[in-house]
């Protein structure tokens, strides 16, 4: 059962075409595809390519870009990039126009030939133990179940927001308190209603046939179309993490330091929390916790992003007045300690 409504998106755009730019060596049936979607960025693209080129693997994997269709020097650009290498398992595909994020995303879906799929946006990175790693916990004959992992982050702003430092044995407490100190840790819906700790999707390894039968990611549910789709795979099926530090999240000036973005993502956690107690699938008790939880996120967004949002300006897109204050703020870090959400 899912916690939240579906519906098949992965069709949305089926009208517009993504033709094929080039075409290295192809592997019958790869395992896996590792997907990436760009736009405009064929130097970025091209650094997160060389990260999967890079893996230490034993299974037959495929690479495949979908470009949302980029103008036409950086597509020439990307394509020479290509050539150069030494025929990779990689197909280049572009698309005749742009149809947004997620529904890009959904492409890359419908169009890996890989029995798993993982999507690496293209300013992201792997590290090269990522497969391997994530290999030695994934049942590859499953087909209802999920990994993801943890992630370092590369902060390349020039104008980088001041944030507190942590000492490495807190550090090391917070990552045994979410791990429990186990290899392989379960993501709940519970758990993600405390906080979106499955991550962007960073790292997450997926069956095909599971994002088919979940209907891929909505683009009504931008900017946080991942965080739902996350919900709904833990609730449909099984979705874990392993405690390791296996991608690298780039953070640049991009669409997601724009006040209405932040927004964007206040609300639609809202939405989503909402969504999760209606259904059942977290105590209706719970809801009393949203509004702290608004002013908790709004503060975090400040430190991450260096974008502060006003009270006001919350509260008139969420339609819910911020609760927030020492007492609050300790009872839900008790919450999340106790769910392992932090």
Known sequence: MSALPLRHALDDHD??????RFEGRLHPAP????AIPTFNRPTLAT????????QTHAVPIEILIVDNASDPDNVRSLTKALSRMDDPPLRYLVNDTNI???PNWNRCVKEARGRWITILNDDDLLVPAFLDRMLAHIDLARGDTAYTCDVSILDQREARPRRRRIAPALSATKGLIRSGGRSLVPITPQKLFWAHVSGTGLG?????AMIEKLGGFYPEDHPTAD????????SAGRLYRVPERLGVMRVQVNE????????????????????????GMVPASWARYLPALISR???????????????SDVQAATGVAERSGNARDIVILLRRLWHGAV
């Open 15 to 20: 009208h517009v075409r993504s033709n094929v």
């Open 31 to 34: 395992v896996i595809t590792f």
């Open 47 to 54: 650094e997160a390519i060389a990260s999967v080129l890079a």
């Open 100 to 102: 947004g994020m997620f």
């Open 204 to 208: 997450m390894i997926f069956p095909k």
């Open 227 to 234: 965080y739902f789709f996350h919900v709904r795979l833990a």
């Open 256 to 279: 997601s330091q724009k006040p209405a973005t932040l927004l964007g993502f206040l609300v639609n956690n809202l939405r989503l929390r909402s969504a999760l107690i209606q259904a």
């Open 297 to 311: 996120e709004r503060r975090a967004f400040a430190r991450m992003w260096g974008v502060p949002l006003s009270r």
